[in-house]
Each structure stands twice: as structure tokens, then as C-alpha cells.
């Protein structure tokens, strides 16, 4: 059955008529809660078609958007247009309409392919930012189809990173920015502790990891629960840094010459500050200890 634009969206479309689309067109069954014969009253039935009018748009869309020149505006309005429903259709559409992955994969591929795996990084860790600690479900959802793509793709922490990168040159102390965490660990089909998959960016170097940390500290758009979690787990991990461990012993070196990611311009770092060894001593000889 060929249907246009006009009868979708016209108000007048007998329910009938617009039943029909709904359960068959393109020869794919939605989801069962659209089925006439399954909703109580009229202005239900109504409502939920309409929704579904709105997600087959909304799907349809991604086609032209591939096409788009400024795709990261294009990413950062449908963020700002998304809502709990939508992505809740969105992931009852992908379910039915693909075979042999989760809905999340289907949806995080799909944008993928539209927008691009760096855009959507990228414009994911953005909008996380804006929102800090108050980041709501469409946005954790769209992060959720993101790495469940990535992971099904066998994406590493590594490409993420360079994702981001492509942003802004970014400093050690952005990578506990609101957003960035969840993406990197999420990457991480290990399932390490965020302390593991950052410490591993570091590649294994504490001190650097801890001068990242108290620099992060100084920032408004740092996720406080990240960093608290990765001082914990260095304190349960090492609880002997401020007498044994190689690591605090090169921290405390007066002279830093000779250490070959003091000054190394990929990662923007500097050899800390008095004040900055202060705190991070600070940090490493108080508060819990958890266990290894």
C-alpha cells in the first residue's frame, strides 16, 4: 500500500486506515502495544500511532542527516530533541526491524552511519558536560547504543580517545570530565574498574595519573564520582605509597629530569607543583580503604 506524507500527518485519516500503516508498512509488525485490538479506547490508539508516525520520521531522517554538512549541529539537535518516549520507540523499532543484534547495537550503528563514531562521541561527552550531574535517560540511553555498537564492533578505549581528541586536544586532567569516563570504561569489554582503564591510558605511570586527578579537581566540568572512585581505588590498590612505592618516591623527586612523559606534549603534562604534591600526598593517606 503506497501512503503519503499527507495522509500520515493529516488529523482527519480514518483510525483504520492508520492501524494498517502502522502494523504492516514496510512489511515490518511494530511494536504490540500499537495494535488496535490491544489498546483500550480510541485516544490511546491514537496517541500510540501517532507515536509511531513520529519514530518512522524520526528513522527516516537518519538517511537525509547522512547527507548533512555540519553533522556534530545535526547530532547535538536530535540530543536536544530526544526524549524518554522517543528513545524508548527507537529501541522498540530496531528490535523488531533488526535481526541477529540488540536493539541498542542496531540504534548505536545506526547513528553511527549517520553522524559518524567521532561526532557521536564527541557530541555525547558535550552534552554531559552541559548537563553534569543531572544527565537524563535519553542521553544515558544514546550513550548505552553507542558503546554497545562499539563493543559488538570490537572498538578499544584507544579509538575512543582519538575520537575525542579530534575535538579538542584534551589534557589529563579532561579525561575526568562528565561523560568521558563512562564512554572509555564502556569501551572497555574487559569490564576494568575506570581507575584500570585510565591508569592504562597513563600508561601504568601513578604519578602521572595522580597529578591528573588533583588538576581535575580544579575543574567545574569534573564528574566528582569518578575521581573519588579512582583515589579509592588507588588507596585500596597501594596503601603503602607514603612509605614503599616506587611510584611516591619519583613524585617526591625534587628533579624530574630524565622522565620521559614529564614534559611529553601528547598529553599536555607538567611536573607538579609543590602545593599540587601536598594534596596528592594528602589524598593517598587519608580517607577509606576498601580492600584490594
Request: charged content about 30%.
Amino acid at each position: 500500500m503506497t501512503t503519503s506524507v499527507s495522509n500520515m500527518s493529516n488529523p482527519n485519516t480514518p483510525l483504520a486506515y492508520l492501524t494498517d500503516i502502522a502494523e504492516h508498512r514496510n512489511d515490518v509488525l511494530v511494536n504490540g502495544t500499537i495494535k488496535a485490538g490491544e489498546v483500550g479506547n480510541r485516544e490511546e490508539r491514537v496517541l500510540n500511532i501517532r507515536q509511531f508516525l513520529d519514530i518512522e520520521t524520526l528513522v527516516g531522517s537518519f538517511a537525509q542527516q547522512k547527507m548533512a554538512e555540519d553533522k556534530f549541529a545535526a547530532v547535538e539537535c536530535l540530543l536536544i530533541e530526544l526524549t524518554e518516549v522517543k528513545v524508548e520507540g527507537l529501541l522498540d523499532w530496531y528490535r523488531v526491524a533488526n535481526k541477529g543484534a540488540t536493539p541498542e547495537e542496531a540504534l548505536g550503528s545506526a547513528l553511527a552511519d549517520t553522524y559518524g563514531d567521532d561526532v557521536m562521541a564527541q557530541a555525547i561527552v558535550r552534552a554531559s558536560i552541559k548537563k553534569k550531574a543531572k544527565i537524563g535517560a535519553p542521553l544515558e540511553a544514546v550513550k548505552d547504543a553507542m558503546i554497545a555498537c562499539w563493543n559488538a564492533e570490537g572498538r578499544t578505549t584507544n579509538e575512543v580517545l582519538q575520537w575525542l581528541e579530534r575535538d579538542k586536544p584534551s589534557s589529563d586532567k579532561d579525561l575526568f570530565d562528565y561523560g568521558i569516563a563512562k564512554l572509555l570504561t564502556g569501551a572497555d569489554t574487559v569490564h576494568k574498574h575506570v581507575a584500570e582503564v585510565l591508569l592504562d591510558h597513563f600508561e601504568g605511570e601513578y604519578v602521572r595519573f595522580f597529578v591528573a586527578l588533583v588538576r581535575a579537581e580544579k575543574k567545574e566540568t569534573a564528574d566528582e564520582s569518578v575521581m573519588k572512585a579512582c583515589w579509592d581505588w588507588l588507596r585500596s590498590k597501594h596503601p603503602d605509597y607514603a612509605v614503599e612505592h616506587e611510584a611516591f618516591r619519583t613524585l617526591m623527586d625534587p628533579s624530574p629530569e630524565g622522565n620521559k612523559w614529564a614534559e611529553a606534549e601528547d598529553h599536555l603534562f607538567g611536573w607538579p607543583t609543590k602545593d599540587e604534591k601536598k594534596e596528592i600526598y594528602e589524598e593517598l593517606t587519608s580517607g577509606p580503604v576498601s580492600g584490594n
